[in-house]
C-alpha cells in the first residue's frame, strides 16, 4: 500500500471517528434535555397535586366547618330587610360593610379587619350594617352563589344565628368560576350553627329574600356616596362607609378612627 492511499484512508477513519463523537453528543444532549422535561413536568405536577388539596372543597357532600369561636362576634345580630345589624344598642357609630361571599378581596377584607371589628363591636364601639350583596351570581359554576349564600345569611338572621354563618362561608371560601356552596350545604350550616326554625329549611330552598336582595343591590348600585370618584360607579366589594359617606381602606386605622 502506497503513502497516499495509507494517508487518504487515516483521513476517512479520523472523518468517521469526529462523526460518531458528534452523533454521540448528540444523543447525550438529547437524553439530558429529555430528563430535564420530565423532571420539570414531573415538578408541575406535584405542584398542581398540592394545591388542589390546599383549596377548599365544596363539594356538594361536604359540610362547611364552621370558623374558630375567636373569628366570630358575640353580639346581637337582626335582621333589617335585606341587610343585618350587629352589635349592641350602646353603640354610638354605625359602620355599614358591603361584602358578597364570593368575593375574594372580602375574603381578605375578613382576615384582615375581623378581630378589630369584633373587639369594637363587643365592646360596644360600633354597630356594623352587613350589607351581603348578590353581586357575583356569574362568576360561581353554576351560576348563582352569591344569591343563594346572601338569602341563606337572612334566613339565619331570622333566626339570630348569622354571626357564625358569616363567619363560616369566609373563613373557607369558595372560589371564583368555581362551583358554591349547595343550598343543602348551607342548610346543613344554618343548623349546625345553632337554627332551630321549622320555616328555615323552605327560607334557603325557596330563596325567600331574593327580591329583597335584588332591590338591596339596585339600590346600593346606584346610591351616589358609594360611587368611585373616577369612574363613577359602585366600587363594589369589599366597601365600607359610615355617616354616609366612603371609608378609606388605605388608611388601615380606618376603624380605630370611627370607634373613638
Known amino acids: 500500500m502506497g503513502g497516499a492511499e495509507r494517508s487518504a484512508r487515516k483521513k476517512k477513519q479520523a472523518a468517521r471517528s469526529v462523526v460518531q463523537a458528534r ?14 422535561v420530565v423532571a420539570v413536568l ?27 369561636a375567636d373569628h366570630t362576634i358575640s353580639a346581637p345580630a337582626v335582621r333589617d330587610g335585606g341587610t343585618v345589624l350587629v352589635g349592641k ?18 375574603g381578605t ?20 350594617r352587613y350589607h351581603i350583596l348578590p353581586m357575583l351570581n356569574r362568576l360561581s359554576s353554576p351560576e348563582g352563589y352569591s344569591t343563594d349564600s346572601a ?24 372560589e371564583e368560576g368555581e362551583a358554591g356552596y349547595t343550598k343543602d350545604q348551607l342548610i346543613k350550616l344554618g ?9 328555615f329549611e323552605s327560607c334557603v330552598q325557596n330563596q325567600t329574600y331574593k327580591s329583597q336582595l335584588d332591590e338591596l343591590m339596585s339600590k346600593t348600585s346606584n346610591d351616589p356616596a358609594l360611587r368611585d370618584g373616577e369612574s363613577g360607579r359602585f366600587r363594589g366589594t369589599p366597601s365600607v362607609a359610615s355617616g354616609g359617606k366612603l371609608v378609606d381602606l388605605d388608611n388601615k386605622n380606618w376603624l380605630s378612627d370611627l370607634a373613638k
Open 89 to 106: 344598642d350602646t353603640a354610638t357609630v354605625t359602620v355599614d360593610v358591603y361584602e358578597d361571599f364570593l368575593c375574594p378581596i372580602c
Open 151 to 174: 338569602n341563606a345569611a337572612l334566613c339565619v338572621a331570622d333566626d339570630g344565628k348569622f354571626n357564625a354563618f358569616h363567619a363560616a362561608l369566609f373563613n373557607k371560601q369558595p
Open 191 to 199: 343548623k349546625e350553627v345553632g337554627v332551630t326554625s321549622a320555616s
Open 23 to 36: 452523533s454521540s453528543g448528540s444523543d447525550r444532549t438529547k437524553v439530558i434535555a429529555g430528563i430535564a
Open 42 to 68: 414531573a415538578v408541575a405536577v406535584i405542584g398542581y397535586v398540592v394545591f388542589q388539596q390546599m383549596k377548599p372543597s365544596t363539594s356538594t357532600t361536604d359540610a362547611i366547618p364552621l370558623a374558630p
Open 109 to 128: 377584607f375578613e382576615k384582615t379587619y375581623g378581630t378589630d371589628i369584633k373587639k369594637a363591636v363587643e365592646d360596644g364601639k360600633v354597630k356594623v
